[in-house]
């Protein structure tokens, strides 16, 4: 069974309140994605949440005993001026570090999370165990029941929305692609639906994803680049989200701000993730396959570590106006942004396993095959000015350095010796 004894070595540091631009830059994503492929996307999404059964939020209420208690402590705000964020997928990898940072600073925060088996559940579980210890409280359920998130938001004023649940994964859209729209589509426009009903309105912050430059070959991305050729479903879903919000922006005055994020790894990651799942094959004298591009190009990726991917979710809830809605009216034109946040340092596959060869003092056994067509892209590379302007985001951990942390929580995590993998 997996030791819980590192998880206090190993949380994320805390960012501090990030510089407030406080003039209006309204950044628009250009965008020339035709109307069929958006609305053919949109109609996909309505039809899942017709078709979804929704539980009653009291079915859930009903077996978690003191629930709105410990809900409201949990949304409690404990600094002045701070924030009350309901964290959607709270206990996955990226959602469980927001809300210890959130925390650590005295917001209030209360995480929501479905604990599906796309990967191993357990894992979700050691999160929440560490949250809860924490006193953050999380809700187990789905952003498609509309009637629990109506409750959550009657129970709890919660000034934004920090939305980071989604079903991830580029190759495993081509096994079930319906998750896709079941969770990245309907579930975003139920959480939207909810947020405009709100009184106040919160602001929302959400994960977009770098998937969403698809077969762009100008580099680095920027936010400003064309984003209408998706090379997966999963980046067609997180498109079709970008066109989404901005409706909503547009309509009921909902602040929004869009994060694409690059590749984020570090402790406590997701174990689909080749970092990861290249540490347990090594780790287990298994092979791991590692592919390459046209012409034998090695394939490259911006990998941000998490501690500066927090940052970001932090500047981007710091630097949110205020929703301009009330009661699903709009009042008046509402904040919509788009930032990437990525480490702006490409690394190639093979260096990345070079370094974790190096730290797990192990050779890996290596498999070198041409890339399929399974939606995986050849290289990706942010530009983050616009992050840096507005915000001051400023990665500062390198490959080498981050990777090093990773097997080091791994191997604790894990209770790993050379004589059992622990797996």
Known sequence: MPSMSAGELFLPSTPGKFKDKSHRHFHRCSSSTSTFF????????????????????????????????????????????????????????????????????????????????????????????????????????????????????????????????????????????????????????????????ANPQPSVVWASSSSVY????????SESDRTDKPASLYAATKKAGEEITHTYNHIYGLSI?????????????????????????????????????????DLARDFTYIDDVVKGCIGSLDTAKKSTGSGGK????????IFNLGNTSPVTVPMMVGILEKHLKIKAKKNVLDMPGNGDVPFTHANISYAHNEFGYNPTTDLQTGLKKFVKWYLSYYGYNHAKSGN
């Open 38 to 197: 958006l609305w053919a996307l949109f109609l996909l999404a309505l039809t899942a949440a017709y078709l979804t059964f929704q539980p009653s939020a009291t079915n859930y209420f009903t077996t978690a005993p003191h629930w709105e208690t410990h809900l409201r402590s949990s949304a409690h705000i404990h600094r002045p001026n701070g924030f009350s964020v309901l964290v959607t997928g709270a206990a996955g990898f990226v959602g469980s570090h927001v809300s210890l940072a959130l925390k650590k600073r005295g917001d209030g925060v209360v995480g929501l999370d479905n604990f599906n088996h796309y990967y191993d559940p357990a894992l979700k579980s050691a999160r929440k165990h560490l949250l809860s210890s924490h006193h953050i409280f999380i809700v187990d359920g789905d952003i498609n029941n509309a009637k629990l998130l109506a409750k959550l938001f009657d129970i709890a004023k919660f000034t934004h929305v920090m939305h980071l649940a989604a079903q991830a994964g580029v190759r495993y859209a081509m096994e079930n692609p319906h998750s896709y729209i079941h969770s990245n589509i309907a579930g975003l426009v139920t959480l939207l639906e909810a947020s405009k009903s």
């Open 214 to 221: 698809g077969l762009n070959e100008k580099a680095p991305f």
């Open 257 to 297: 701000t869009g994060l694409r994020f690059f590749t984020v790894y570090g402790p406590w990651g997701r174990p689909d993730m080749a970092y990861f799942s290249f540490t347990r094959n090594i780790l287990q004298g298994k092979p791991i396959t590692v592919y390459r591009g046209k012409n034998h190009a």
């Open 330 to 337: 709009k009042r008046g034109p509402a904040q919509f942004r």
